[in-house]
Nanobody
């Protein structure tokens, strides 16, 4: 079973940047779609960015132009580079993977989840 471990969360002021890391227990990117999702306080979990095993990266409209998902295959790590952060980005961020993902930003399409990492953006 694949395991995912997130790190890099923290507190930052609006306009700042953070980089989250998702390290997998093995090289999964040939077989899994891997995504970043988040759950803001009091809200439903939502997709942020998804990197399919083939095809283009898909971003939620709310993060386009601010977030990217670079990958380091040698370290089996997917990053979430977050720039121009605003308070609406405050959430618990999760890395998730799935082999049969159809809807790239839909949480229920993902079957493997990390424990999450907290991001707080203050105004």
């Amino acid at each position: 079973q694949v395991q995912l471990v997130e790190s890099g969360g923290g507190s930052v002021q609006a306009g700042g940047s953070l980089r989250l890391s998702c390290t997998a227990s093995r090289d999964i990117y040939k077989y899994y779609t891997v995504a970043w999702l988040r759950q803001p306080p009091g809200k439903e979990r939502e997709g942020v960015a998804s990197r399919p095993k083939s095809g283009s990266i898909f971003y939620a409209d709310s993060v386009k132009g601010r977030f990217t998902v670079p990958r380091n295959d040698a370290e089996a790590t997917l990053y979430l580079q977050m720039d121009s952060l605003n308070p609406e980005d405050t959430a618990q961020y999760y890395c998730a993977a799935g082999t049969r993902v159809i809807r790239l930003l839909t949480p229920t399409d993902y079957t493997v989840w990390g424990q999450g990492t907290r991001v707080t953006v203050s105004s």
